[in-house]
């Protein structure tokens, strides 16, 4: 209850409007609103924003269960999660190899859970209270196939490349922290080759 | 300054001439395959029977040239190769420098120089490239692109299996319009990366299962265009920039620009497409980054013209604003 009225009375600090959704960020917490996209067709819209709603909720709660730090949850409501809000720094402005040895040691941890994060990217973590937070479960999804998580990590090693001239150390540290990881070495061999096939099927059509 | 440019990276064959202020010429002559795709061979044949009379053609309009630009890659390795030669014998004839460019570069630069578009977030749709682009410093980064098939070869693949005729995309479109029931189809979105082939799959059994044509296309389009939407919006947001500029074949299907125009309005950014002749392969783009690079000190020896199938944006210098 008093949680409701605080929110009553609060405007947002920030409002940040992704590709995906909204986010509200308030002094301490934070609404995800997956918002009407015009641009989509009703059907395909309604479908999207439900089943992206429940799924990372379900994920984000699940996530913490295998000790990734993740907000708190307040409250789901149709299209819209409340959440903790976390205060800290975006992992991008203060990304190091030690940082990214870490993030290493959590994908790890999801990928045994069968948690696909869908969206690793330094710019949906958050540094705290020592510790990395996952804040986005956006695109998450549960999936045990070595495929679904070469691709996960394909998309973290692509976005280091877009983001820091110095990526290769950085992915060298992030897979001695995924390491930990029991499948690690057949997932690492799939993210290369996942890498190498959008150009090689370029290739073949090419060459035929 | 004049430049002209050959682009044959595919089944288009087209030759442009550019000045600094604006598109003097095009000339297209491109190989339409008689059924079933593209035939990589059919269409260097095509084009080396028909480079000759096309060049011909054009230099009998325009009074002179100073730079002769093609397109190095990334293509199919037979068509570029006929272009390379047709650029080299050109260059030498004469007596004029010879600059080879990058195909996918070239869209995004007529791009933003026919448009006024600043620091965009660009989407490149064609058959075989599907990717979002944007500038970082020196260079153009891909941020997202398609995990298997580019939605130009997408789409012509279901279109070939409905029984439509080459090219694909526009009958899909037609069909589309008149479509009224939408079917799920699997939205395939990781990160910015994205994926069709599963999509192009699952639209086959729609219509093994006596889904109408029309809907399949409706279906079809919804979906794809709206994961290409997404992903354009997410680069947008993740990167803070507020143009998007659409580029490539693909970009001339007007309910993709109206699902992008709708997206940006929406994040109050700015939506930018060049001119239809533009959109798809040109021999003008060609010239038109052959005529920019050239002014910024670039020039292809004859020894570094070789093809480059797999030539990716990421690797070319960008000097110039």
């Known amino acids: 209850m008093q949680q409701k009225r605080r929110k009553q009375q609060q405007k947002p600090e920030k409002i940040y409007l992704g590709g995906e959704a909204e986010v509200r960020i308030y002094a301490d917490y934070v609404e995800k609103i997956r918002r009407e996209k015009k641009y989509r067709i009703t059907e395909l819209d309604k479908i999207l924003r ?4 429940r799924s990372e909720a379900r994920i ?20 819209k999660i409340t959440m903790e809000r976390i205060k800290g720094e975006p992992l991008r402005e203060i990304m190091n190899e030690e940082l990214s040895r870490k993030l290493g040691q959590l994908v790890a941890r999801l990928h045994d859970a069968r948690i696909i994060h869908g969206d690793i990217t ?22 045990n196939r070595i495929e679904s998580k070469g691709v996960d990590l394909h998309i973290y090693f692509e976005s280091l490349k877009a983001y820091f001239d110095d990526w290769r150390r950085l992915k060298e540290a992030f897979i001695s922290g995924y390491s930990s990881y029991s499948k690690a070495e057949e997932v690492l061999k799939r993210a290369e080759e996942i890498e190498a096939r959008g150009r090689y099927v370029e290739r073949r059509l090419r060459n035929a | 300054m004049i430049s002209l440019g050959i682009e044959g990276t595919a089944w288009s064959l087209s030759v442009g001439v550019v000045d600094e202020d604006e598109v003097l010429l095009i000339e297209n002559d491109p190989y339409i395959p008689k059924e079933g795709g593209i035939h990589p061979r059919e269409a260097a044949q095509h084009h080396s029977e028909r480079i000759g009379p ?4 054009v230099l009998s309009k325009v009074d002179k040239v100073d730079v002769v630009s093609f397109s190095q890659g990334p293509g199919m390795g037979p068509c570029l190769r006929i272009v390379a030669t047709a650029a080299r014998v050109l260059s030498l004839k004469l007596g004029k420098p010879l600059v080879g460019v990058n195909h996918c570069l070239a869209h995004l630069e007529v791009g933003r120089w026919k448009t006024g578009a600043k620091n965009p977030v660009t989407l490149y749709v064609s058959g075989g490239n599907s990717q979002v682009i944007a500038r970082r ?5 891909v941020f997202g692109e398609t995990l298997d098939i580019g939605i130009g070869n997408a789409l012509d693949k279901l279109a070939r299996y409905m029984g439509l005729k080459h090219p694909g995309g526009p009958r899909i479109e037609e069909l589309a319009k008149r479509g009224k029931k939408y079917h799920e189809l699997p939205y395939v979105v990781k990160g910015m990366d994205f994926s069709f082939s599963g999509m192009v799959t699952a639209a086959q059994k729609l219509y093994d299962d006596g889904v109408s044509k029309e809907d399949v296309a409706f279906s079809f389009q919804e979906t794809a265009f709206a994961m290409l939407a997404e992903v354009s919006e997410r680069a947008m947001a993740y990167l803070d920039r507020d143009e998007l500029l659409l580029v490539g074949g693909v970009g001339a299907n007007s309910r993709l620009a109206e699902m992008l125009k709708v997206m940006c309005k929406e994040r109050n950014a700015k939506f930018y497409s060049p001119p239809k002749e533009l959109m798809g392969d040109n021999g003008a783009m060609i010239a038109y ?7 910024h000190g670039y020039e292809t020896r004859l020894e570094n013209s070789t093809v480059k199938p797999d030539f990716r944006i990421e690797e070319v210098d960008v000097s110039w604003d």
């Open chain 1, 50 to 53: 439900e089943n992206r709603t």
């Open chain 1, 60 to 79: 984000i709660s699940a996530a913490r269960k295998v000790g990734v730090p993740t907000p708190l949850i307040f409250d789901v409501e149709g299209e």
């Open chain 1, 122 to 143: 330094p710019m949906n973590l958050i540094y705290s209270d020592g510790k990395i937070f996952f804040i986005d479960f956006g695109l998450s999804f549960y999936d």
């Open chain 2, 54 to 57: 096309l060049i011909k053609s």
């Open chain 2, 137 to 141: 410093g020196k260079r153009y980064r």
């Open chain 2, 289 to 295: 980054l052959g005529l920019l690079m050239f002014k």
